[in-house]
């Protein structure tokens, strides 16, 4: 009941018109709950940055609990839960965009060091289109990555079967409430995620899969994802959006390449010319991917996603030898290197300069060193030894 009561009022708060995700960021900051806010003076309230005199008229006068306890009660029916950025299970990487949304509706299960790579692209995906998707993301399930994508047609539930088909964790950010999953012919697609993984939302129950939702909704596929790969995309597809959104965000953007004659390849070749990194198979993504993650997954030898479908690995495949540990099997680069990580974080730049390596030198052995767990990096590479 306690739960109940507290998040009441961030629903409430969420409700209020003119707050928005960033303003909502800024009363919390000030006030420390949701509840506080609604307790504060208008003088005080308006004195905050982006909280006028209109604003907090309509914080004070808000009148609607019963709607919020009903959401509340909705959840419980529809076992859905909420999560707000206050709580662990809150997607960490989230929380580095400006406008994170102050509470998430998730059904399914979220983890704390869940490692998200975003799949998204066409539609109207072609043959070709689907097969590379289920193959990078039954190829990134497998090595323990999270595929996230948004339950569309086409190359987004591609991404989504690929995972399930790896026995792997997927995410499905909707641009709707829960209770409306879009498209219809998706609703098992969905219970299956929500089984081995989750789906989530900013919108009330109720919201309909309107068109201005999906761009909103796309800021989330990236937010909550360290790269975001865009397979196919006409020139002016929605997954450009992603991508742009991704690069404003400091995230990776990886592009697969098609046929130049091909209009839903003109947008992913685009990406590429403008600097997004061409994919041939899933190590392109993971030597990008798992230097940020922390958790490096061990990185077998893979064909590329341009082999024939009949070429796609079982999986027995035989795996390439495990990547150097601490103990053994480093080079001479990652030896002298790792002599200069403790267990307090180091910069690149400090590490050319102590090393008197060259920093492609440095940059090749931190990877090494990442890929074989040894180190990990944090937010502005700045790298550690792990203990």
Same mark, same amino acid.
């Given at each position: 009941?306690?739960?109940?009561?507290?998040?009441?009022?961030? %629903?409430?708060?969420?409700?209020?018109? +003119?707050?928005? !995700?960033?303003?909502?960021?800024?009363?919390?900051?000030?006030? +420390?709950?949701?509840?506080?806010?609604?307790?504060?003076?208008?003088?005080?309230?308006? !004195?905050? *940055?982006?909280?006028?005199?209109?604003?907090?008229?309509?914080?004070?006068?808000?009148?609607?609990?019963?709607?919020?306890?009903?959401?509340?009660?909705?959840?419980?029916?529809?076992?859905?839960? %909420? #999560?707000? !950025?206050?709580?662990?299970?809150?997607?960490? $990487?989230?929380? $580095?965009?400006?406008?994170?949304?102050?509470?998430?509706?998730?059904?399914?299960?979220?983890?704390?060091?869940?490692?998200?790579?975003?799949?998204?692209?066409?539609?109207?995906?072609?043959?070709? +289109?689907?097969?590379?998707?289920?193959?990078?993301?039954?190829?990134?399930?497998?090595?323990?990555?999270?595929? #996230?994508?948004?339950?569309?047609?086409?190359?987004?539930?591609?991404?989504?079967? /690929?995972?399930?088909?790896?026995?792997?964790?997927?995410?499905?950010?909707?641009?709707? /409430?829960?209770?409306? @999953?879009? *498209?219809?012919? $998706?609703?098992?697609?969905?219970?299956? %995620?929500?089984?081995? +993984?989750?789906?989530?939302?900013?919108?009330?129950?109720?919201?309909?899969?309107?068109?201005?939702?999906?761009?909103?909704? $796309?800021?989330?596929?990236? /937010? @909550?994802?360290?790269?975001?790969? #865009?397979?196919?995309?006409?020139?002016?597809?929605?997954?450009?959006?992603?991508?742009?959104?991704?690069?404003?965000?400091?995230?990776?953007?990886?592009?697969?390449?098609?046929?130049?004659?091909?209009?839903?390849?003109?947008?992913?070749?685009?990406?590429?010319?403008?600097?997004?990194?061409?994919?041939?198979?899933?190590?392109? %993504?993971?030597?990008?991917?798992?230097?940020?993650? /922390?958790?490096?997954?061990?990185?077998?030898?893979?064909?590329?996603?341009?082999?024939?479908?009949?070429?796609? *690995?079982?999986?027995?495949?035989?795996?390439?030898?495990?990547?150097?540990?601490?103990?053994?099997?480093?080079?001479?680069?990652?030896?002298?290197?790792?002599?200069?990580?403790?267990?307090?974080?180091?910069?690149?730049?400090?590490?050319?300069?102590?090393?008197?390596?060259?920093?492609?030198?440095?940059?090749?052995?931190?990877?090494?060193?990442?890929?074989?767990?040894?180190?990990?990096?944090? *937010?502005?590479?700045?790298?550690?030894?792990?203990?």
């Amino acid at each position: 009941m306690m739960k109940e009561k507290i998040l009441k009022y961030w %629903i409430a708060l969420k409700a209020v018109e +003119g707050v928005g !995700c960033v303003g909502f960021r800024t009363l919390l900051a000030a006030f +420390g709950s949701p509840e506080a806010v609604f307790r504060a003076s208008a003088l005080t309230l308006q !004195c905050l *940055p982006g909280i006028g005199p209109k604003t907090a008229d309509e914080i004070l006068t808000f009148s609607d609990w019963e709607k919020a306890e009903q959401e509340i009660a909705r959840t419980e029916t529809l076992g859905v839960s %909420i #999560v707000t !950025c206050q709580d662990p299970l809150y997607p960490r $990487n989230l929380l $580095n965009i400006y406008d994170y949304p102050p509470f998430l509706y998730v059904k399914g299960s979220l983890r704390p060091e869940e490692i998200g790579v975003a799949i998204v692209g066409s539609r109207l995906a072609s043959t070709y +289109g689907k097969y590379v998707t289920e193959k990078l993301s039954r190829e990134l399930a497998l090595k323990g990555i999270t595929v #996230v994508s948004g339950l569309a047609r086409g190359i987004d539930s591609a991404a989504h079967r /690929g995972a399930l088909a790896g026995k792997g964790r997927t995410i499905a950010v909707l641009g709707s /409430g829960l209770d409306v @999953v879009y *498209p219809l012919e $998706n609703e098992a697609l969905a219970a299956d %995620i929500t089984a081995q +993984g989750a789906l989530l939302t900013e919108y009330p129950f109720g919201t309909p899969p309107n068109a201005p939702n999906f761009p909103a909704r $796309n800021r989330l596929i990236s /937010g @909550v994802s360290l790269g975001v790969v #865009v397979v196919e995309a006409g020139e002016k597809s929605g997954s450009l959006i992603t991508a742009r959104i991704a690069s404003d965000q400091g995230r990776s953007v990886f592009a697969v390449p098609g046929a130049i004659e091909s209009a839903g390849s003109r947008g992913t070749n685009r990406l590429i010319k403008q600097g997004a990194k061409l994919i041939e198979n899933v190590e392109d %993504i993971l030597e990008e991917i798992i230097p940020q993650a /922390g958790l490096p997954p061990v990185v077998p030898e893979r064909p590329s996603l341009f082999s024939a479908p009949g070429a796609m *690995p079982d999986d027995g495949e035989k795996e390439t030898a495990p990547f150097p540990t601490a103990g053994k099997g480093l080079g001479e680069t990652e030896t002298r290197l790792l002599s200069f990580i403790t267990q307090e974080p180091v910069g690149v730049d400090t590490l050319i300069a102590r090393s008197g390596l060259t920093a492609h030198e440095v940059q090749s052995g931190l990877l090494v060193l990442a890929l074989g767990g040894i180190i990990r990096q944090l *937010p502005g590479k700045m790298f550690l030894r792990k203990e």
